[in-house]
Every structure is written in structure tokens, then in C-alpha cells.
């Protein structure tokens, strides 16, 4: 019985078809008393991914996943006032168009 979940939980760790272990939803929905169903959609290609979990690892999952998320988005915003602080504009990003273009 452990093996079987532990196995389905280590599936949504990263996407089978992209690799990402990126995560842009969580959704969950109870099967039946001790079984519920979690799904996660990849944040870089958006492929779901599911297994069918007791409801303490599904529980456990999604809590890691939640820290998970907390400390990337914590990451991320630390990068962009780095960036920030560096004197690094979003328009120094901005691909060349007319109104950039070097022949002007």
C-alpha cells in the first residue's frame, strides 16, 4: 500500500513530458473516504499530471508543493529588485521593433 502511493506521488514531481517540475495549479478532489485525486498542471508546457493518493499524502504533497511554490515566488521577487538595484529596465528585454530598430 505505501509503495503504490509513494510511486504515484514521485509521478507528479516532474512532467513526463517536458521535465518541469514547474507547477502552475494544484486541484484536488475527494474518490472516496481514504482516496483522493490530485492533479497538477505544468507551468511550462501546462500537461496535467494526476494520481490518485490516500488523503494524508495527498495532504503531504500538496503542502510540499505550497512551500515549494512560496520560496520560488520568494526568489523570484528577491531577483527583480536585484535587478532593479543594478539599474536593469524591463525595456533593456523588449526585442528590437521599429521605434528600436539600429538602422534608424
Do not use: K, N, Y
Not at 12 to 41: F, N, P
Not at 52 to 57: E, S
Request: with cysteine; charged share 35%.
Amino acid at each position: 500500500m505505501f509503495g503504490r502511493d509513494a510511486r504515484q506521488a514521485r509521478r507528479l514531481r516532474a512532467c513526463s513530458e517536458c521535465g518541469s517540475r514547474a507547477v502552475s495549479a494544484i486541484t484536488d478532489s475527494e474518490v472516496s473516504e481514504i482516496q483522493v485525486l490530485l492533479e497538477l498542471r505544468c507551468g511550462a508546457c501546462g500537461t496535467w499530471r494526476t494520481a490518485h493518493l490516500d488523503w494524508w499524502r495527498a495532504h503531504f504533497v500538496r503542502a510540499q508543493l505550497e512551500r515549494r511554490h512560496r520560496r520560488d515566488r520568494r526568489d523570484m521577487t528577491d531577483d527583480l529588485r536585484r535587478l532593479r538595484l543594478a539599474g536593469v529596465e524591463p525595456a533593456d528585454f523588449a526585442p528590437p521593433g521599429p521605434e528600436t530598430s539600429v538602422f534608424h
